[in-house]
């Protein structure tokens, strides 16, 4: 009857932590659903355009500045340029956008190290993404009242900073819930399970240690406490049926990470394509016009607020998981928080910190160059396409709803990909950065000619490499079944090489990596075509950043790393028990 009511007891128990966790998984896929739409339908492709749109409707025609770039009546001489005045200087309109962009950039990378602490702690990092979705869609929903003709014009760039450095202070503390929903999946607490079956099955096993008589006891150098025969810590490691169970611990936590994260990312792409394909209903009947850009940056505000409101009841405000236990009841100061928060992010880069996890540091490296990488591949395609192919608006529109489409599919096929090859997360991760170097490889066989003709008359052909507007539309569903699935892939392999507990932090230093470097691509890109000018032979720079970043990513063993970081995580805890005691 005692074994019954255990086994109930048990499955009850069970029961409730399913729940438990189909309710945080909802709400954390509710708000990859609520934000991604920003940046889908703002951030890559509307934002740039009105801020730009915004600045020539307030600007002049150089080299004079009397004549507005809104004057449909003057016809521009070959040369000039539309400029817009700000404070004592004429800066081009196009310049605008992108000035505003870097702003944004280097703002969010100030805000999520100062944030960094606050969302490590767990009764302090709901309230906060749930703050940053409310200034972000707030920013964002502002467009709509805003006109371009309105004398606080300019607020336009405050409105856009908000809405990119609250996004990607969100994301952090939304990545930060991922490794723990990974660790309260069902079949991964069942596989948790039967490593603790393991190891209590050892120690049962164990001959007890030999009681000592009374005279022993007696003695005064009798030890206080009797070691056992045997030390647990190294000896279990070596027991077969331990090491299995821990493999399988292991390869379980991965596959749902990876499977969890691609998830989230399809699901923030399919609501970036079904908010995108509604907004460009008005843009397209209304030609493009400064209203109908406003209105699809405060659609996508609206979206973000709408859809966030289930994700602030489902998010979990603990930790959530069951391996990690939250401290409930803990008093965040606000500059406390941040002074901590940087000080953290400086003790990261010492020399000790970073061979305690050099694995780590060495995948933040790969990442540096691949996140680089990819943004330019996404940058440099749609420029050649505008300028060499000469694709219209309409074209480029398409091009831009292909993309995510076909992340949609590859981030939901690589992982059945990865079940059947019995892939690790990584290895997918080497297999896409590879696949993914053949873009812009094939973008560089547009130099290769094949000359044939009439025997009188050479005529010229080109074989592939970007030359006719099929190619881009193949290229663009080619990409985005790749890109999708290695934003999941690279998000899943690092969150497995992580300090538990430190979750957001390292995810901080993650977002930084990524932002940090997304100049470095386009700059080159950019000096490339201006001395040659070419920008075709900006691919072949893309080639050689991607193929440099292989051998960084080479040297990096996951499992090292895992074990590295579970270290690092077991001896801080060590030393906060002792610092309460």
Same mark, same amino acid.
């Given at each position: 009857?005692?074994?019954?009511?255990?086994?109930?007891?048990?499955?009850g128990?069970? #029961?409730?932590?399913?729940?438990?966790?189909?309710r945080?998984?909802?709400?954390?896929?509710?708000?990859?659903f609520?934000?991604?739409?920003?940046?889908?339908?703002?951030?890559?492709? %509307?934002l740039?355009?009105?801020?730009?749109?915004?600045?020539?409707?307030?600007?002049?025609?150089?080299?004079?500045? &009397?004549?507005p770039?809104?004057?449909?009546t003057?016809k521009?001489? #070959?040369? &000039?340029?539309?400029?817009?005045?700000?404070?004592?200087a004429?800066?081009?309109?196009?310049?605008?956008s992108?000035?505003?962009?870097?702003?944004?950039?280097?703002?969010?990378?100030?805000?999520?190290i100062?944030v +960094?602490?606050?969302?490590?702690?767990?009764?302090?990092?709901?309230?906060?993404?749930?703050? %940053?979705?409310?200034?972000?869609?707030?920013?964002?929903?502002?467009f709509?009242?805003? &006109?371009?003709t309105?004398p606080?014009?300019?607020?336009?760039?405050?409105?856009?900073?908000?809405?990119?450095?609250?996004?990607? @202070?969100?994301?952090?503390?939304?990545?930060?819930?991922?490794?723990?929903l990974?660790? +309260?999946?069902?079949? $991964?607490?069942?596989?948790w399970? #039967?490593?603790e079956?393991?190891?209590? @099955?050892?120690?049962?096993?164990?001959?007890?240690p030999p009681a000592?008589?009374?005279?022993?006891?007696?003695?005064?150098?009798?030890?206080?406490?009797?070691?056992?025969p045997f030390?647990s810590v190294?000896?279990?490691?070596r027991?077969?049926?331990?090491?299995?169970?821990v493999?399988?611990?292991?390869?379980?936590?991965s596959?749902?990470?990876?499977?969890?994260?691609?998830?989230? =990312?399809?699901l923030?792409?399919?609501?970036?394509?079904?908010?995108?394909?509604?907004?460009?209903?008005?843009?397209?009947?209304m030609?493009?016009? @400064? %209203?109908?850009?406003?209105?699809?940056?405060?659609?996508?505000?609206?979206w973000?607020?709408?859809f966030?409101?289930?994700?602030?009841f489902?998010?979990? &405000?603990g930790?959530?998981?069951p391996v990690d236990?939250a401290?409930?009841?803990?008093?965040?100061?606000?500059?406390?928080?941040?002074?901590?928060?940087?000080?953290?992010?400086?003790?990261?880069?010492r020399?000790?910190?970073?061979?305690?996890?050099r694995?780590?540091?060495?995948?933040?490296?790969?990442w540096?160059?691949?996140s680089?990488?990819?943004t330019t591949?996404?940058?440099?395609?749609?420029?050649?396409?505008?300028?060499?192919?000469?694709l219209?608006? @309409?074209?480029?529109?398409?091009?831009?709803?292909?993309?995510?489409?076909?992340?949609?599919?590859?981030?939901?096929?690589w992982?059945?990909?990865?079940?059947?090859?019995?892939?690790?997360?990584?290895?997918? $991760?080497y297999?896409?950065? $590879?696949?993914?170097?053949?873009?812009?490889?094939?973008?560089?066989?547009?130099?290769?000619?094949?000359?044939?003709g009439?025997?009188?008359?050479?005529?010229?052909?080109?074989?592939?490499?970007?030359?006719?507007?099929? #190619?881009?539309?193949?290229?663009? =569903?080619? %990409? +985005?079944?790749?890109?999708?699935?290695?934003q999941?892939?690279?998000?899943?392999?690092?969150?497995?090489?992580?300090?538990?507990?430190?979750?957001?932090?390292?995810?901080?230093l993650?977002? =930084?990596t990524?932002?940090?470097?997304s100049?470095?691509?386009?700059?080159?890109?950019?000096?490339?075509a201006d001395?040659?000018?070419?920008?075709r032979?900006?691919?072949?720079?893309?080639v050689?950043?991607m193929?440099?970043s292989?051998?960084?990513?080479?040297?990096?063993?996951?499992?090292?790393?895992?074990?590295?970081?579970k270290?690092?995580?077991?001896?801080?805890e060590?030393?906060?028990?002792?610092?309460?005691?």
């Amino acid at each position: 009857m005692s074994s019954s009511n255990d086994a109930l007891a048990v499955n009850g128990s069970s #029961e409730i932590l399913d729940r438990a966790h189909r309710r945080r998984l909802r709400g954390w896929l509710c708000y990859a659903f609520a934000s991604e739409v920003f940046a889908v339908v703002s951030l890559t492709l %509307f934002l740039p355009i009105c801020l730009e749109q915004f600045a020539r409707d307030n600007g002049y025609l150089s080299p004079d500045y &009397t004549i507005p770039c809104v004057d449909q009546t003057t016809k521009a001489d #070959e040369g &000039t340029r539309c400029a817009v005045r700000l404070g004592w200087a004429w800066i081009d309109t196009a310049s605008f956008s992108l000035y505003v962009f870097s702003a944004s950039v280097a703002l969010q990378a100030l805000t999520v190290i100062s944030v +960094g602490a606050i969302a490590d702690t767990p009764s302090q990092r709901k309230p906060l993404l749930l703050a %940053f979705a409310a200034i972000g869609s707030l920013s964002t929903s502002a467009f709509l009242p805003l &006109t371009s003709t309105s004398p606080i014009w300019i607020a336009c760039a405050l409105f856009a900073i908000l809405g990119n450095v609250s996004f990607g @202070t969100s994301i952090v503390a939304m990545n930060a819930y991922l490794p723990d929903l990974a660790k +309260g999946s069902p079949e $991964v607490r069942k596989a948790w399970d #039967e490593v603790e079956v393991a190891n209590e @099955t050892y120690l049962e096993s164990q001959p007890l240690p030999p009681a000592a008589s009374d005279s022993e006891v007696d003695l005064p150098s009798a030890p206080l406490i009797v070691p056992p025969p045997f030390n647990s810590v190294v000896d279990i490691d070596r027991v077969p049926a331990h090491k299995a169970a821990v493999a399988h611990y292991n390869r379980l936590l991965s596959r749902t990470t990876s499977r969890l994260s691609s998830q989230g =990312i399809a699901l923030g792409y399919g609501a970036g394509i079904v908010l995108l394909l509604c907004t460009l209903v008005p843009v397209t009947m209304m030609k493009g016009s @400064t %209203f109908s850009l406003r209105l699809a940056i405060g659609l996508s505000g609206i979206w973000w607020a709408v859809f966030s409101i289930p994700a602030a009841f489902w998010l979990p &405000t603990g930790r959530g998981g069951p391996v990690d236990v939250a401290k409930e009841g803990e008093h965040v100061s606000l500059w406390v928080e941040i002074k901590r928060s940087w000080s953290r992010i400086i003790q990261m880069f010492r020399p000790t910190e970073i061979r305690k996890l050099r694995n780590t540091f060495w995948y933040l490296a790969a990442w540096f160059l691949l996140s680089d990488g990819f943004t330019t591949i996404t940058s440099t395609a749609v420029l050649f396409a505008k300028t060499t192919l000469h694709l219209p608006a @309409t074209a480029l529109v398409i091009v831009g709803v292909l993309t995510p489409m076909a992340g949609i599919v590859g981030s939901l096929i690589w992982p059945r990909i990865q079940r059947y090859a019995g892939w690790t997360n990584i290895r997918v $991760v080497y297999t896409l950065v $590879v696949l993914a170097s053949l873009i812009p490889l094939y973008g560089c066989l547009g130099f290769l000619s094949v000359f044939q003709g009439d025997g009188t008359t050479p005529g010229k052909f080109r074989f592939g490499g970007l030359t006719t507007k099929g #190619e881009m539309f193949a290229l663009a =569903i080619y %990409f +985005g079944s790749i890109f999708g699935a290695f934003q999941a892939y690279a998000r899943a392999v690092y969150s497995e090489i992580i300090p538990r507990g430190e979750e957001a932090r390292w995810f901080s230093l993650y977002s =930084i990596t990524d932002k940090s470097s997304s100049f470095v691509g386009p700059l080159g890109v950019g000096l490339i075509a201006d001395l040659t000018g070419n920008i075709r032979y900006g691919f072949f720079f893309i080639v050689v950043m991607m193929w440099i970043s292989l051998p960084v990513l080479f040297t990096v063993d996951v499992d090292r790393g895992r074990e590295d970081a579970k270290a690092v995580s077991d001896e801080r805890e060590r030393a906060a028990r002792e610092l309460d005691l």
